[in-house]
């Protein structure tokens, strides 16, 4: 069964702190993308990479960056935890190219608190 | 800047009940439309809707695309608790490589 996997399921961090959520998928997929996702704000783009050591900001990029050293891993570190960081956040992976018709293929999310 | 929109964001019903989920988009170079369902873990898929004005159906769940107008429903008839979820509405568009753009998300709760 393919499928995208997240570290973390539950995650409380101090403000300040240095935070690294990991994202592995095992189907060869060539692009991946970090979302978190708020109430009333629904998904939201923080950064994704088409391929291995390329990566490209999505609509909230401020605050985070992003690693892909190896094509199944990419990983979203919070250089300095905010309070309002605190979030759900969601992994996702697809072919690379045309989305397919079933579109991405989801982690099951990290919900992290910043205290 | 593409722009998906659904409505309502939170809806409460009885068990039973008919609920239509809207969603409208602003999209440059729009390819297709899709519903996700998420409950407590990833969100999986339920439709892709290419064409206007042909319904897509599985069980009690159905979805129409209006290319003209920029909005799909997605309608849910003899409600169930387990239909109690957050509904995904996703545009897919053509701008470089692909992307999808997602909504706000309708929370949908079924009351017993």
């Known amino acids: 069964d393919v499928k995208v996997t997240q570290s973390s399921r539950y995650l409380v961090k101090r403000t300040g702190e240095k935070v690294f959520l990991e994202c592995v998928q095992d189907?060869?997929?060539?692009?991946m993308f970090w979302y978190r996702q708020d109430p009333g704000l629904g998904l939201r783009l923080i950064y994704f990479s088409y391929d291995v050591k390329m990566k490209e900001k999505g609509d909230i990029p401020e605050g985070y960056s992003v690693s892909r050293e190896k094509k199944e891993r990419f990983s979203l570190i919070l250089e300095s935890a905010s309070t309002n960081q605190t979030s759900m956040y969601l992994c996702?992976?697809?072919?690379?190219?045309?989305?397919?018709?079933?579109?991405?293929?989801f982690g099951s999310g990290t919900r992290l608190t910043v205290v | 800047e593409d722009k998906v929109v659904q409505s309502p964001l939170s809806l409460v019903v009885h068990e039973g009940d008919t609920v239509t989920l809207n969603c409208s988009y602003e999209v440059t170079n729009f390819r297709s439309l899709l519903w996700y369902k998420q409950e407590k873990k990833a969100p999986t898929f339920l439709f892709m809707l290419t064409s206007s004005g042909i319904e897509k159906k599985s069980g009690r769940l159905s979805s129409i695309l209006d290319k003209k107008e920029l909005f799909s429903i997605l309608n849910i008839t003899a409600t169930q608790t387990g239909d109690s979820a957050i509904y995904l509405c996703a545009v897919r568009s053509n701008f470089g490589n692909e992307k999808l753009t997602f909504g706000t998300g309708t929370r949908l709760t079924i009351i017993p």
């Open positions: 189907m060869d997929h060539e692009n």
């Open positions: 996702a992976s697809s072919f690379g190219g045309a989305v397919p018709a079933y579109g991405y293929t």
